[in-house]
Nanobody, 125 residues
């Protein structure tokens, strides 16, 4: 059974930092591209960041570029999103996802095969 479990969310003041982790089980993690998406109340799910199977390529939404960093540890089956300089508009439920398709990681949510349950991030002003 495939499971992606996010952790690390919480409440933080604007300008602060949070580190999200996603632990994968039940799948050969190293062959999956992985990504982070987020969904704010009343809004569609949006791409945040993605990382290739090897970790050699990373992609970011313009809104988080320079503030967020995605990384992975295939030996531990984990992917991490370090979030710095947080803004109130970063408030959302954050999801990690895994994609087995050929090629590099996608920014499109429909491409991803497996999803975690999400973790809430709230940034107060």
């Amino acid at each position: 059974q495939v499971q992606l479990v996010e952790s690390g969310g919480g409440l933080v003041q604007a300008g602060g930092s949070l580190r999200l982790s996603c632990a994968a089980s039940g799948l050969p993690f190293s062959i999956y591209n992985t990504g982070w998406f987020r969904q704010a109340p009343g809004k569609e799910r949006e791409f945040v960041a993605a990382i290739s199977r090897s970790g050699g390529s990373t992609y970011y939404a313009d809104s988080v570029k320079g503030r967020f960093t995605i990384s992975r540890d295939n030996a531990k089956n984990t992917v991490t999103l370090q979030m710095n300089s947080l803004k109130p508009e970063d408030t959302a439920v954050y999801f990690c996802a895994a994609d087995r398709s050929v090629g590099g990681p996608s920014t499109y949510s429909f491409v991803y095969d497996y999803w975690g349950q999400g973790t809430q991030v709230t940034v107060s002003s």
